[in-house]
T-cell receptor, first 113, second 109 residues
Framework: AAGVIQSPRHLIKEKRETATLKCYPI?????VYWYQQGPGQDPQFLIS???????DKGSIPDRFSAQQFSDYHSELNMSSLELGDSALYFC????????????FGEGSRLTVL | KNEVEQSPQNLTAQEGEFITINCSYS?????LHWLQQHPGGGIVSLFM???GKKKHGRLIATINIQEKHSSLHITASHPRDSAVYIC???????????FGKGTRLHILP
């Protein structure tokens, strides 16, 4: 069965560069969540989308932006990267109707040098 | 006080032992999730509960809505069960998902 796909799986950038992470939810899932997990920390909520509209915003820096496209995939854009942005970025998706079970991608590991 | 509290934070046990991890929450929820994360790995959803009990292999999850408490049990634990187990809840007020801080489980052979 198709799972949540994230790309790239690993990304190395330098300070002040820009990075884009992509998330492809499970087909027919209408809600996408983005989380940031620093080393040894629990996941922190960044932002979520429902039916291509932003539904909630967490501790997402102003340097970051995200959107959900017509095919429901989502992209997280990060600019002016800082060392502290190094983390594992998870995307999760669910379908609000029905069971609403949450499915996670394997994450994109960003390293900022 | 965190809205989702897990205990214990760390747990080391011998192979074969029965393991219990607890989760308490203080908010209204529509669902509770038990997640597993192996070191350096991604997050895998083990269970989603809104009531009662679910079983999958050696894993059992229960929830008591009135007491706002859930437990994850592992029977006949094995070293490959070593991972961080995270309790997360879906809030019924805004559909946000809140994570607990996780329980780091280490099963010794």
């Amino acid at each position: 069965a198709a799972g949540v796909i994230q790309s790239p799986r690993h990304l190395i950038k330098e300070k002040r560069e820009t990075a884009t992470l992509k998330c492809y939810p499970i087909p027919r899932h209408d809600t996408v969540y983005w989380y940031q997990q620093g080393p040894g920390q629990d996941p922190q909520f960044l932002i979520s989308f429902y039916e291509k509209m932003q539904s909630d915003k967490g501790s997402i820096p102003d340097r970051f932006s995200a959107q959900q496209f017509s095919d429901y995939h989502s992209e997280l854009n990060m600019s002016s990267l800082e060392l502290g942005d190094s983390a594992l970025y998870f995307c999760a998706s669910r379908r609000r109707a029905g069971t609403g079970e949450l499915f996670f991608g394997e994450g994109s590991r960003l390293t900022v040098l | 006080k965190n809205e989702v509290e897990q205990s214990p934070q760390n747990l080391t046990a011998q192979e074969g032992e029965f393991i219990t991890i607890n989760c308490s929450y203080s908010v209204g929820i529509s669902a509770l999730h038990w997640l597993q994360q192996h070191p350096g790995g991604g997050i895998v959803s083990l269970f989603m509960l809104s009531s009662g009990k679910k079983k999958h292999g050696r894993l059992i999850a229960t929830i008591n809505i009135q007491e706002k408490h859930s437990s994850l049990h592992i029977t006949a634990s094995h070293p490959r069960d070593s991972a961080v187990y995270i309790c997360a809840v879906t809030l019924n007020r805004d559909d946000k998902i809140i994570f607990g801080k996780g329980t780091r489980l280490h099963i010794l052979p």
